[in-house]
């Protein structure tokens, strides 16, 4: 029996491909794909892909229509520091030089056939290799494909790495459709709490990603700061906003 450790885009095609049992700790299988505003068809985070014949090797139904990203920068030699100071260059899905793809379909690329369990491992027993879920199930297994936390996996195995990791909270907005010289905002302002803004158009709607990094353990970034900043930048004020969410990645 494979047992898959998470059920987003990688692996529901793991399930899809090798066979076995989806561990999803979420309530909703798709992850980060997943959709966030059921009617409107509006995914966690903006369905963009760099590659889609990479991506259409995996997921052969999909539809896209180009993202020609129209860049502003504010203050952009500060970014890196901003975004992750530990880090040596910022990573490559957070850079918008070229023309990108928007994935039209984006809940064609879960497989409603995999067999799924809404739990997560508490316990791998390697010896007599068994999982066992907060919710009590006991399953025995040949091979596990984690696409889940590796921080929570090694935790389980008694591994110590001492991976360091970056924290983002994605906030989305919803609002008519306005015409703007811009569809991607940067800024790497230690003033402005958010970093990055990656707008989208849904018809005559406008779909505001709104990304804020920090680090696990510091304090999580205050929605009512992010609607200050939005508002003191002329980008949206509140009572433009039709609806919002919040999700910690």
Same mark, same amino acid.
């Given at each position: 029996?494979?047992?898959?450790?998470?059920?987003?885009?990688?692996?529901?095609?793991?399930?899809?491909?090798?066979?076995?049992?989806?561990?999803?700790?979420?309530?909703?299988?798709?992850?980060?794909?997943?959709?966030?505003?059921?009617?409107?068809?509006?995914?966690?985070?903006?369905?963009?892909?760099?590659?889609?014949?990479?991506?259409?090797?995996?997921?052969?139904?999909?539809?896209?229509?180009?993202?020609?990203?129209?860049?502003?920068?504010?203050?952009?030699?500060?970014?890196?520091?901003?975004?992750?100071?530990?880090?040596?260059?910022?990573?490559?899905?957070?850079?918008?030089?070229?023309?990108?793809?928007?994935?039209?379909?984006?809940?064609?690329?879960?497989?409603?056939?995999?067999? +799924?369990?809404?739990?997560?491992?508490? &316990?791998?027993?390697? =010896?007599?290799?068994? #999982?066992?879920?907060? /919710?009590?199930? *006991? !399953?025995?297994?040949?091979?596990?494909?984690?696409?889940?936390?590796?921080?929570?996996?090694?935790?389980?195995?008694?591994?110590?790495?001492?991976?360091?990791?970056?924290?983002?909270?994605?906030?989305?907005?919803?609002?008519?459709?306005?015409?703007?010289?811009?569809?991607?905002?940067?800024?790497?302002?230690?003033?402005?709490?958010?970093?990055?803004?990656?707008?989208?158009?849904?018809?005559?709607?406008?779909?505001?990603?709104?990304?804020?990094?920090?680090?696990?353990?510091?304090?999580?970034?205050?929605?009512?700061? +992010?609607?200050?900043?939005?508002?003191? &930048?002329?980008?949206? =004020?509140?009572?433009? #906003?039709?609806?919002? /969410?919040?999700? *910690? !990645?």
């Amino acid at each position: 029996m494979n047992i898959i450790i998470g059920g987003g885009l990688i692996g529901s095609h793991i399930a899809k491909e090798k066979g076995g049992i989806i561990l999803e700790e979420q309530p909703y299988i798709g992850g980060l794909f997943s959709l966030s505003f059921k009617d409107l068809g509006i995914t966690l985070v903006p369905p963009l892909v760099k590659d889609k014949i990479l991506v259409n090797k995996f997921f052969s139904n999909l539809k896209f229509d180009e993202f020609r990203p129209q860049v502003i920068y504010e203050k952009e030699k500060y970014l890196k520091d901003k975004v992750c100071d530990s880090c040596e260059e910022l990573p490559s899905w957070l850079s918008f030089d070229k023309t990108i793809y928007n994935i039209e379909n984006p809940s064609d690329i879960i497989y409603s056939n995999n067999k +799924v369990i809404f739990a997560h491992p508490v &316990l791998i027993n390697s =010896n007599d290799k068994k #999982i066992i879920t907060n /919710r009590g199930n *006991v !399953i025995t297994y040949d091979k596990i494909y984690n696409t889940g936390s590796r921080l929570k996996l090694n935790k389980l195995l008694g591994i110590d790495e001492n991976l360091g990791y970056i924290s983002l909270f994605d906030f989305i907005l919803i609002s008519q459709h306005k015409d703007t010289e811009w569809n991607i905002y940067i800024n790497g302002s230690a003033g402005i709490i958010f970093s990055y803004i990656i707008k989208i158009q849904k018809n005559d709607l406008d779909i505001y990603y709104v990304y804020s990094f920090f680090k696990w353990g510091k304090k999580l970034p205050d929605i009512y700061r +992010v609607l200050g900043d939005l508002k003191r &930048l002329k980008i949206i =004020n509140k009572d433009e #906003i039709l609806a919002y /969410r919040s999700h *910690v !990645i």
